[in-house]
């Protein structure tokens, strides 16, 4: 559903909400071969092109051991799309669908995540491959993909929690 | 890494960045058993309790066709969550790690992420399961499972691009 910035037939908008709830911190930025959101792919790949995380030296020490972790997932700040679209449309003049129903960057929240295949880490950056975005889109938060990843300290009651409460 | 505010021996905090770069809206509330930290399991199940995620009414368009997809991807704002711990220990002493090679709800940007199986759709409410978050935990997004969505329109030239870019 990438755009410039039109409004497609059977598209609607909502008027926003009058503030905002919670902030970010940009903790990075990402660098892709991508610079126009009409070149960019529609979903990454993990034999897709390398990419790179760039993470701010104040979180650094953020990165210690995540060489441990052959896939991470990945959130990222899609800065560059509008928000208010509830209902959108394909290009193509397709079905209209409701943006919970599409993993579309033009969303109330526009937060894009994916999962990468971690090649190497250098100093405050991350190699990877399998991202989708613009170059330059703002990093937001790194971590394991949750497939690979067992917490480290003992379970909790709600672990073993089953059934219709 | 659940706590309620301390900092461990092996722990180091940042100084957090003077000011916020994006801001969110919350769409909604989640509500699932759990009404304190200590409870809510460490990861989800879709054999766990039924969970349900309310949207606001101004959003609940964007839930047309959401019907289409057994699973969602689910992201929520930990908000009771401190976000200067770079590094962190569990509660039993084991080893210091990066806060990105955890999926520790503390981060510097408290977003958790979870894959649930809807069960059904009523007005402006999910039934879904696998959730491991707090009653109350303000929604952020909603979107179908990476794994079953196929974008609905025309690929771009990013999508066929492979290799070392």
């Known amino acids: ?3 410039r910035n039109e409004i497609r037939p059977g598209e609607r908008a909502v008027d926003l909400p009058p503030a ?3 902030s970010l911190y940009f903790i990075g930025r990402i660098r892709t071969p991508w610079s126009d959101r009409l070149d960019c792919p529609r979903q990454g790949r993990f034999d897709g092109p390398q990419c790179r995380l760039e993470i701010d030296a104040r979180w650094q020490e953020g990165l210690d051991s995540i060489e441990e972790f052959a896939r991470l997932e990945v959130l990222y700040w899609l800065h ?5 679209l509830v209902h959108q449309s394909p290009r193509n003049g397709g079905r209209a669908r409701g943006v919970f129903s599409l993993r579309t960057p033009v969303r109330p929240n526009p937060i894009g995540t994916a999962i990468v295949k971690l090649e190497r880490v250098e ?4 190699f990877v491959r399998g991202l989708d975005c613009l170059d330059g889109t703002p990093l937001i938060d790194v971590k ?4 690979l ?3 480290p300290a003992p379970p909790r009651k709600g672990d073993f929690q089953v059934g219709d409460a």
């Open 1 to 3: 559903m990438v755009r």
């Open 20 to 22: 905002y709830d919670a």
């Open 80 to 84: 560059q799309s509008r928000r208010d």
């Open 123 to 126: 100093g405050a950056v991350l």
């Open 144 to 147: 394991p993909d949750r497939t």
């Open 149 to 151: 990843f067992e917490p």
